[in-house]
């Protein structure tokens, strides 16, 4: 749902922000278990730790499909 919705505040040229659940081991960013693929500025991605960097990110960023998810 989160991906669709994404998709069409991108469609009308509304920013969309979007808070992820994911499962933290330790709560401090140390494990990396609660990571998220986001796009990074030069077109790239990078995993991003929910815990500490997170848990809302900028739904443009968040890389939908590898999360089992469209787009």
């Not at 809302?56 to 787009?71: E, L, T």
Request: hydrophobic fraction near 40%.
């Amino acid at each position: 749902m989160m991906a669709v919705v994404a998709e069409m505040a991108a469609r009308f040229g509304v920013r969309c922000q979007v808070s992820l659940e994911t499962p933290m081991a330790c709560g401090i960013g140390i494990c990396f278990s609660c990571v998220a693929r986001v796009r990074d500025d030069q077109g790239g991605w990078d995993y991003r730790r929910t815990c500490v960097e997170g848990p809302v990110f900028d739904a443009q960023k968040i890389c939908f499909a590898a999360h089992g998810n469209r787009p």
